[in-house]
């Protein structure tokens, strides 16, 4: 029993490790490629990156759909949803104000808002996901996929510049400087081989593997810890443990972009990260589950409900007179996730709402 304690510990931390520097290399690597592409570090977060941190969603709800209930599969996508929200932009929007782009305000963030009420709607109704109502999410999210790839193609043509963030951070010494030291000259090297391609491509892939690698390791342990060690209700680790579990890439990825000034990657990342939660993943959870149907409970809805206001807070948010989600908004958004979460614990605990 300790021996198995002390592995995991230390597998939680072998986790972080692999979170935080996969994180690095995958943020380098992309930002890398869109530059070379001459397209806008938000369409490469809201496809390719947000589909990449998303790999850890998309593996729990495979896995639940296929051989378990199912019954996590709802609340590790509105959880996640919520945490990508009020924890990850919020701190990013604390450590760096997030400029949002026109195109963003007019189209990703009301895609989003209607995708989230959508499925909250359908999801109330029926009391569940029908194979069918999963299609129509799928349908629709490569639809969104179809725009995004189109619009990145235009820009590239028309070679549009990407907005900067204000605080982006200031750039190396020139390469001139004669470099000294191991750990200068392969920082130094690394900074050179960056503006290869072929290069760029495999730390973005290399990056990703890690991070989700490093996810499914803090996942695995910190449910372990939580539900054998400490003795957690197995219904508050899948709203909590999990469902941060495999929001780490997002949260890793966006706060790393934040301080690396790549706030088109945060912002994109989250954006396109909650859209493909609620319409692919939810549509493979729901077309896995066939005719049994997706369960949409008392505690999805309620969870469904503050992933729409949390929706709602960062459009109000975009269309303020900076557009842009500041510090301001991060601190409301983090207040908010103490708040849901303070609720959640009350609910299991004390008044057992639903």
Known sequence: MVGMAILKVFLLLLGFVLLVKGADFFVDGASGIAKKLKVSTFIIGVT???LGTSAPEAAVT?????????????GNILGSNII???LILGVSAVICNLPVE????????PFLLLSSVLFVVLGFL???FTWWEGLIFIVLYFAYMAYNVVFAVKQSKLQLEEAHTVCAIEAEASQSVEVTGWYSKLKFKYEQLKEKVWFLIIITV????????GAQLVVSSAQYIAEDLIGISPELVALTVVAFGTSLPELVTSVSAARKGDVGIATGNIIGSNIANLLL????GAVCKGSLGLVFSTEGLVSGLVALVATIIIFVSSFGKKKSIGRAAGIIMLSCLILYYIFIFLNFYVFNIY
């Open 206 to 213: 290399f990056g990703l593997a890690m991070v989700i690698g």
């Open 281 to 284: 993943i939810g549509g493979l």
């Open 48 to 50: 390719v990156v947000a």
């Open 84 to 86: 990508n929200i009020f």
């Open 62 to 74: 495979i896995m639940d759909a296929v051989t378990g209930s199912g019954d996590l599969i709802v």
């Open 126 to 128: 029926g009391n569940s």
């Open 102 to 109: 026109k195109t963003t305000r007019m189209i990703d963030l």
